[in-house]
């Protein structure tokens, strides 16, 4: 339920970090790999999602980061998680994650930096939160005494179902009443059609497949808005800056690259992507990408993007007004990306 709300996750976030911060103290140095044009390192880890592309493979696979090369370390199991292996040290860069997930880690004290975008809302066909067809829920206020999916809590999905109760005019003690079960990777269709949960979070295959309606979507309650980040952790930038503005810039390019390309081709090059990692996962979901929605050039950022998850950590007493520093959040240093 929401009676812990996001100060909870707040102080979850801050102890998952501190003891990653501890074990990062005890990894061995980064190995001292052959450079070339001054990059400190030729590999660079990263965690993945099945049947996804991310900015950073597809920059990879057009050439951009060359020659660094990516080294797969395993299966993101959500942003938080993708943050802690940054910071850590068991990945160069955080898993694509949620904007204010990020703030949440600076207000925490830790020493992370958000250096792109990773993705955004738009309006998009194929998202959005569901129930079932025949279902008696129709507002927002039909959901007090529901269940609701997610996959993990303090994040994307839970600000957002917080944010449309809020706009509906639900109190705290109505919005409390609204149960968020985390629910395992892909399994977010089976629970709501088993009946399990009462609304969840759905993309293309599951809407295609008929018998659900949809509630609500992102783009609808805070409109073009860059809500997925990557986060590295400041010691490998300090370490490392080279080799960051490398990757940086390279995803910047990526981004840009799927923005001038038609559709079909993007996914196309996707395809020949998966095929070629040979990994156990399949394609189904690539037919419904249509952009990553995120809406600032090259993923460069400004204040404002962070600005509505620090007004929700203001709201919920977790900040005071002006504490936070937006340029400990964010940095387009390293971004080097011209269209010239």
């Known amino acids: 339920m929401f009676k812990q709300g996001w100060g909870k996750h707040l102080f979850d976030l801050s102890c998952m970090v501190t003891m990653s911060l501890i074990l990062l103290g005890c990894t061995k140095p980064a190995s001292k790999l052959t450079t070339v044009d001054g990059l400190e390192s030729l590999e660079f880890k990263y965690l993945g999602s099945p049947g996804i592309v991310t900015p950073l493979e597809l920059a990879e696979d057009l050439g951009y980061l060359a020659p660094i090369k990516l080294s797969y370390q395993g299966v993101s199991t959500g942003g938080p998680q993708g943050i802690q292996s940054a910071l850590s040290g068991d990945s160069d860069i955080s898993s694509p994650s949620f904007a204010g997930s990020a703030v949440k880690m600076v207000a925490s004290g830790v020493p992370g930096t958000v250096v792109i975008a990773a993705y955004g809302t738009f309006d998009d066909p194929f998202a959005g939160y569901y129930v079932l067809e025949n279902s008696p829920i129709q507002s927002a206020r039909d959901l007090i005494g529901k269940k609701v999916g997610t996959n993990i809590l303090g994040a994307q999905v839970e600000y957002m179902l917080k944010t449309y109760l809020k706009k509906a005019g639900l109190t705290p003690e109505e919005i ?165």
């Open 176 to 340: 409390n009443q609204v149960t968020l079960v985390v629910l395992p990777p892909g399994s977010s269709e089976q629970a709501l059609r088993n009946g399990h949960v009462d609304l969840a979070p759905l993309t293309g295959p599951s809407i295609e497949r008929g018998g659900v309606r949809r509630l609500y979507r992102d783009y609808d309650l805070v409109g073009d808005l860059t809500t997925g980040t990557y986060v590295m952790a400041n010691r490998y930038i300090a370490e490392h800056p080279n080799t960051t503005r490398k990757v940086v810039t390279g995803i910047a390019k990526a981004i840009e690259w799927s923005r001038q390309q038609p559709r079909d081709q993007v996914i196309a090059r996707f395809e020949q992507i998966l095929a070629k990692r040979k990994r156990p996962e399949n394609n189904a979901m690539l037919k419904y990408w249509t952009q990553w929605g995120i809406p600032s050039t090259a993923g460069k950022f400004k204040n404002d993007d962070f600005k509505i998850w620090v007004d929700n950590l203001i709201e919920e007493d977790q900040l005071k007004q002006n504490q936070i520093d937006y340029k400990k959040i964010y940095s387009n240093q390293y971004n080097e990306y011209s269209q010239n």
